[in-house]
């Protein structure tokens, strides 16, 4: 499985981006999918992961209420919108693929090249 994140850039604190998680391949609808991030000199945090139908989603305490996964099966994409961009939200974010299709149910087994954030104050 091929994972393709994009959408990374560069956004003053308060502001949003999304980025966007691309599979090619009919086996993405069964796939849960998570959202990592690994900040420079800082170990790779998990972010947020939703289930092969979106029905069940987590997220990292410091990003509720701020974050939100959201997937579009027909499109082959996950999406992961941020809002109110902190400084601190500045980091490589990194989308994996868990055949399971649950959160935590398996292990994310395939992982993107990442996008950059970078959130300045």
């Known amino acids: 499985v091929q994972l393709q994140a994009s959408g990374g850039g560069l956004v003053q604190a308060g502001g949003s981006l999304r980025l966007s998680c691309l599979a090619p391949?009919?086996?993405?609808?069964?796939?849960?999918i998570g959202w990592w991030r690994r900040a420079p000199g800082k170990e790779r945090e998990f972010v947020a992961t939703?289930?092969?139908?979106?029905?069940?989603?987590h997220y990292a305490d410091s990003v509720k209420g701020r974050f939100t996964i959201s997937r579009d099966n027909a499109k082959n994409t996950v999406y992961l919108q941020m809002n109110s961009l902190k400084p601190e939200d500045t980091a490589v974010y990194y989308c994996?693929?868990?055949?399971?299709?649950?959160?935590?149910?398996?292990?994310?087994?395939?992982w993107g090249q990442g996008t950059q954030v970078t959130v300045s104050s």
């Open positions: 391949g009919r086996t993405f609808s069964t796939y849960a």
């Open positions: 994996a693929a868990d055949p399971s299709g649950r959160p935590w149910g398996g292990e994310y087994d395939y």
């Open positions: 939703i289930s092969w139908n979106g029905a069940d989603t």
